[in-house]
């Protein structure tokens, strides 16, 4: 049966096509100059602990990539259950392809470059990123995954969308970008994990777009729910902060003062969406980024 027209005309359907369109493969980043490089800055940067502080960053987005990739599922079954829209599902099967990409990119930069397993990742999963990046997310999750009444599946579809893609990766995950950036391109490290590193983040711009624009539509449906996204990025924000100060090493790679001001600015941004700031936010304006 062909996709009515409702569907093929908005702006999820354009996700969709979009993610087809952008499609790329882990297995295909270079990198070989990776290798070298990180024995390098390993042996030249040993006082300053660069090396602790990008495997600090790496293990964040690895545990985090996974977490994601194992929590997603459930947001495609409340979607059919809540009869939201076809288009819907059809991008968060898209997403859920590209968040095993992702999760696939880092584990593969683990053991080719870094030569580390899990337990090294596991190590810098300390309280305040275990809480939003596994915990909490898995526990959203899979009250989704269970809840059989219509009104409160909704409620808790919003919930869990503030959560992943508002606070995970609108609020945390973005802010890796910067941080990335301002370690690795200002210094020419590591090509190969920039690149992973840009597409990634291409990626994850329309996640974040998908979740501004399922709030903004629920919420302006039902105005009670901009409570439970207001909620939800407060219980969350500390940990959010916290998992940023663990990078305030003595000789910092990343500029904290702005990190943090970038993952408030992403926060005001989503919650924008949801109609709790004084002027409406476009959800496009993530796509590219």
Same mark, same amino acid.
């Given at each position: 049966m062909?996709?009515a027209?409702q569907?093929?005309g908005s702006?999820y359907?354009?996700?969709?096509?979009?993610?087809?369109q952008l +499609?790329?493969d882990?297995a295909?980043?270079?990198?070989s100059?990776?290798?070298a490089?990180?024995?390098?800055?390993?042996r030249d940067?040993a006082?300053?602990?660069?090396?602790?502080?990008i495997?600090?960053?790496?293990?964040l987005?690895?545990?985090g990539?996974e977490?994601?990739?194992?929590?997603l599922s459930?947001?495609?079954s409340?979607?059919?259950r +809540?009869?939201?829209?076809i288009?819907?599902e059809?991008?968060?099967?898209?997403q859920?392809?590209?968040e095993?990409k992702?999760?696939?990119?880092?584990?593969?930069y683990?053991?080719e470059?870094f030569?580390?397993?899990?337990?090294?990742?596991a190590?810098?999963l300390?309280?305040?990123?275990? +809480?939003?990046?596994v915990?909490d997310l898995?526990?959203v999750?899979e009250?989704l995954r269970?809840? #059989?009444d219509?009104?409160a599946?909704r409620?808790?579809f919003?919930? +869990?969308v503030?959560h992943?893609m508002?606070?995970v990766?609108a609020?945390?995950? @973005?802010t890796?970008y910067v941080?990335?950036?301002?370690a690795?391109a200002? @210094?020419?490290f590591l090509p190969g994990?920039q690149?992973?590193?840009r597409?990634?983040r291409?990626?994850?711009?329309?996640h974040?777009?998908?979740?501004m624009?399922?709030?903004?539509?629920?919420t302006?449906?039902?105005?009670?729910y901009?409570e439970?996204?207001?909620?939800?990025?407060?219980?969350?924000l500390?940990?959010v902060l916290?998992?940023?100060?663990?990078? #305030?090493y003595?000789h910092p790679i990343v500029d904290l003062?702005?990190?943090?001001?970038f993952a408030?600015?992403q926060?005001q941004?989503?919650a924008?969406?949801?109609?709790?700031g004084?002027?409406?936010v476009d959800?496009?304006?993530?796509?590219?980024?």
């Amino acid at each position: 049966m062909p996709i009515a027209a409702q569907h093929t005309g908005s702006a999820y359907y354009a996700l969709w096509r979009k993610a087809k369109q952008l +499609a790329w493969d882990p297995a295909a980043i270079d990198l070989s100059a990776d290798r070298a490089q990180w024995a390098a800055i390993r042996r030249d940067h040993a006082d300053k602990q660069y090396d602790e502080q990008i495997l600090r960053l790496c293990s964040l987005f690895y545990e985090g990539e996974e977490s994601v990739t194992r929590t997603l599922s459930p947001f495609c079954s409340a979607v059919s259950r +809540a009869g939201l829209g076809i288009d819907k599902e059809m991008f968060l099967t898209a997403q859920l392809y590209e968040e095993a990409k992702h999760f696939e990119f880092f584990a593969r930069y683990f053991t080719e470059v870094f030569e580390a397993d899990g337990a090294v990742t596991a190590s810098f999963l300390t309280p305040a990123p275990r +809480a939003v990046l596994v915990a909490d997310l898995e526990e959203v999750t899979e009250r989704l995954r269970r809840e #059989d009444d219509p009104e409160a599946l909704r409620a808790t579809f919003v919930e +869990a969308v503030t959560h992943y893609m508002g606070v995970v990766e609108a609020m945390l995950a @973005r802010t890796g970008y910067v941080g990335a950036h301002d370690a690795l391109a200002t @210094r020419g490290f590591l090509p190969g994990l920039q690149e992973g590193f840009r597409l990634i983040r291409r990626d994850e711009g329309r996640h974040v777009a998908f979740g501004m624009r399922c709030v903004a539509e629920l919420t302006m449906e039902r105005p009670q729910y901009r409570e439970i996204v207001a909620a939800t990025f407060e219980r969350h924000l500390p940990n959010v902060l916290a998992t940023i100060g663990e990078f #305030d090493y003595p000789h910092p790679i990343v500029d904290l003062g702005k990190l943090s001001a970038f993952a408030l600015a992403q926060y005001q941004r989503f919650a924008g969406a949801a109609g709790l700031g004084d002027e409406p936010v476009d959800p496009r304006t993530f796509e590219d980024e």
